[in-house]
T-cell receptor
Framework: DVKVTQSSRYLVKRTGEKVFLECVQDMDHENMFWYRQDPGLGLRLIYFSYDVKMKEKGDIPEGYSVSREKKERFSLILESASTNQTSMYLC???????????FGPGTRLTVT | EDQVTQSPEALRLQEGESSSLNCSYTVSGLRGLFWYRQDPGKGPEFLFTLYSAGEEKEKERLKATLTKKESFLHITAPKPEDSATYLCAVQAPNTGNQFYFGTGTSLTVIP
């Protein structure tokens, strides 16, 4: 079974803090994704990566950056957290030429 | 511009009462349509991929079908453990690995 893990299930941070969310997958998938999920808005893509050190912006990249130094690990960075970044963050991975994504359990981030 | 619309937003069924969830999409040249199940507080779990009109996939009590403009997730004789939010996503041409998700249908099956 594909396993995608995320570093924290729940996280509380203060406005202005730098926040790191980490995601690890154990199936050697090329693609990795970061989404946020908000009520009524569904899942929105923040960034995705199709290879080590490669990244592409999704629909809502503002206020976020990513890092992929190893194939199995994809990090989402909030440079200066703001209250409007309070959300559920979901990481996913997929094989390069197949499009079904496998999701981690999510990190519920609260910024106060 | 809405790419994916799911209906109804919420559905309550008695155990054993079959029904269908709808996912309509506006993209042309669909590369794939995906169904996921999401339990509260968890990440989505992949269910099905459909690639072309007329295609059908089945898994236990669930059956997904695809036409040129919409997909249906049919639930036959549901059980309480089928209660979850069901998400639909589409991948359009020229979007690379980008997907568009609907907001989901929240299904509650009452014993």
């Amino acid at each position: 079974d594909v396993k995608v893990t995320q570093s924290s299930r729940y996280l509380v941070k203060r406005t202005g803090e730098k926040v790191f969310l980490e995601c690890v997958q154990d199936m050697d998938h090329e693609n990795m994704f970061w989404y946020r999920q908000d009520p009524g808005l569904g899942l929105r893509l923040i960034y995705f990566s199709y290879d080590v050190k490669m990244k592409e912006k999704g629909d809502i990249p503002e206020g976020y950056s990513v890092s992929r130094e190893k194939k199995e690990r994809f990090s989402l960075i909030l440079e200066s957290a703001s209250t409007n970044q309070t959300s559920m963050y979901l990481c996913a991975s997929s094989v390069l030429d197949r499009y079904e994504q496998y999701f981690g359990p999510g990190t519920r981030l609260t910024v106060t | 511009e809405d790419q994916v619309t799911q209906s109804p937003e919420a559905l309550r069924l008695q155990e054993g009462e079959s029904s269908s969830l709808n996912c309509s999409y506006t993209v042309s040249g669909l590369r794939g349509l995906f169904w996921y199940r999401q339990d509260p507080g968890k990440g989505p779990e992949f269910l099905f991929t459909l690639y072309s009109a007329g295609e059908e996939k089945e898994k236990e009590r669930l059956k997904a079908t695809l036409t040129k403009k919409e997909s249906f997730l049919h639930i036959t004789a549901p059980k309480p453990e089928d209660s979850a939010t069901y998400l639909c996503a589409v991948q359009a041409p020229n979007t690379g690995n980008q997907f568009y998700f609907g907001t989901g249908t929240s299904l509650t099956v009452i014993p």
